[in-house]
């Protein structure tokens, strides 16, 4: 599922682009820590954690697509180091429960 199908069914934007970025499971955390440990490749990372760090776990797992809950800005730091490692970002209103149930299509990501 490509960035902008993730946005249409989670009522939300594209904040940063990345081409090619594809998700083919969900994991859902806000712990990082949890995701280096547990998610898996090409996943989309559902979290509230919006900053830099972010980035460099979803770059660290192989995650693709990364969605920020309840509208959460985006730092510039952040955009930057996304667009920089292919990393597209989704700013939802949803919480990280609501967005797993809209992306009910994709599995369960497992590392």
Same mark, same amino acid.
């Given at each position: *599922? /490509?960035?902008?199908?993730? #946005?249409? &069914?989670?009522? $939300? /934007?594209?904040?940063?682009?990345?081409?090619? #970025?594809? %998700?083919?499971?969900?994991?859902?955390?806000?712990?990082?820590?949890?995701?280096?440990?547990? !998610? $898996?490749?090409?996943?989309?990372?559902? /979290?509230?954690?919006?900053?830099?760090? /972010?980035? !460099?776990?979803?770059?660290?797992? $192989?995650?693709?697509?990364?969605?920020?809950?309840?509208?959460?800005?985006?730092?510039?730091? *952040? %955009?930057?180091? %996304? !667009?920089?490692?292919?990393? #597209?970002?989704?700013?939802? =209103?949803?919480?990280?429960? !609501?967005?797993?149930? #809209?992306? &009910?299509?994709? =599995? =369960?990501?497992?590392?």
């Amino acid at each position: *599922m /490509t960035a902008a199908e993730i #946005a249409e &069914k989670v009522g $939300g /934007t594209v904040a940063v682009a990345a081409d090619g #970025a594809q %998700a083919t499971s969900v994991y859902v955390g806000d712990l990082l820590s949890d995701v280096m440990g547990h !998610a $898996g490749e090409d996943c989309v990372l559902v /979290t509230i954690q919006n900053h830099l760090n /972010t980035i !460099a776990v979803c770059t660290l797992v $192989g995650c693709t697509v990364l969605v920020i809950c309840h509208s959460r800005p985006i730092p510039p730091d *952040m %955009a930057e180091g %996304a !667009a920089r490692e292919g990393v #597209a970002v989704v700013v939802t =209103p949803l919480s990280q429960y !609501a967005v797993a149930l #809209a992306l &009910k299509e994709l =599995p =369960p990501s497992t590392h």
